[in-house]
C-alpha cells in the first residue's frame, strides 16, 4: 500500500467548513446514527453512547456477532450499512462447501454489540484484529460498503492478518474518495449529515425503524431495471 493512501486514511479532517463534512466525521455519524436506531428498536436496552470510552480490543472482539458455516480456508464477511451479516445469505451456501464462510456484524450492527470507543476506522480494524486472534490467521476477508471502509484501515495496521482482500461497491476514503462530501450529493450520501446529529436521528427513527432501513432496500437494493450509481 502506498504512503499516499496510508496517509489519506489516517489523517482525515474532523470538521465542516464551508458545506463540506469530512469522510471521518462521517463514519462516526453513521455507525452511532446506527447504534442509537438499534437501540430504539427495544427500548428496554440502553442506548450505550459510541465515542467516549478507551478502545479494548479484547472487550470489543468478543461483542462480535458471528457465525460459521462449510469447511475450508476460512472467509470473513463483512456486512456495511445499513445491513448485518444476513446480507451474505445467498452467496454462502454456493461457497460453504469449499470454504469456512464466516459472517460478522460491524460493532454497534445487526446483533453485535455496542462499540464503546470512538467508532472511527482505525478503532473497528483493531476490533477486527482482535477478533480473528482465535481463527487461524491469515484468513480470506470480503468487506462491503462501510465494512469496506472498516477491513482497508485493519489491512492497513496489520496486514499479516489477510491472506487476501476483497472490497466491494466502497469509495475508500484517502483513496478513491475525496477528503469531502459536498451537500449538493446529498441524495446519495444525505445519511451520513443526518447520523452525524447526537440523539435526533434515534428519536425520529424509534418505532419506524422499519421505514428507515426499508427505504435504503427499496430505493439502494439491486434491482432490474435500476441504475446502480443512484
Request: aromatic letters at 14%; a neutral charge.
Given at each position: 500500500m502506498s504512503q499516499q493512501a496510508t496517509k489519506g486514511l489516517s489523517n482525515r479532517e474532523t470538521g465542516s467548513v464551508g458545506g463540506k463534512v469530512s469522510e471521518r466525521q462521517a463514519m462516526v455519524g453513521a455507525i452511532a446514527g446506527v447504534a442509537g436506531a438499534t437501540a430504539a428498536r427495544d427500548r428496554a436496552t440502553p442506548a450505550a453512547p459510541t465515542g467516549g470510552g478507551v478502545l479494548e480490543t479484547a472487550v470489543e472482539a468478543r461483542k462480535i456477532a458471528f457465525d460459521r458455516i462449510g469447511h475450508g480456508e476460512k472467509v470473513l464477511l463483512i456486512s456495511g450499512f445499513p445491513q448485518t451479516r444476513r446480507s451474505w445469505n445467498r452467496i454462502i451456501p454456493h461457497l460453504s462447501p469449499r470454504f469456512e464462510m464466516i459472517p460478522a456484524d460491524l460493532p454497534s450492527f445487526g446483533d453485535s454489540g455496542f462499540l464503546a470507543a470512538p467508532a472511527t476506522t482505525e478503532n473497528v480494524g483493531k476490533v477486527f484484529h482482535a477478533f480473528v486472534g482465535d481463527l487461524a490467521t491469515p484468513l480470506h476477508v470480503v468487506a462491503h460498503d462501510f465494512g469496506a471502509w472498516c477491513a482497508y484501515s485493519w489491512a492497513l495496521q496489520s496486514p499479516q492478518d489477510f491472506r487476501s482482500l476483497t472490497l466491494i461497491d466502497a469509495g475508500i476514503p484517502g483513496v478513491t474518495l475525496t477528503d469531502d462530501i459536498q451537500l449538493s450529493d446529498y441524495k446519495r450520501?444525505?445519511?451520513?449529515?443526518?447520523?452525524m446529529l447526537?440523539?435526533?436521528?434515534?428519536?425520529?427513527?424509534?418505532g419506524k425503524e422499519d421505514v428507515y432501513v426499508g427505504w435504503w432496500f427499496k430505493n439502494k437494493g439491486?434491482?432490474?431495471?435500476?441504475?446502480p450509481s443512484g
Open positions: 450520501k444525505w445519511n451520513f449529515i443526518f447520523q447526537p440523539d435526533l436521528p434515534a428519536e425520529l427513527t424509534r439491486l434491482s432490474a431495471g435500476r441504475d
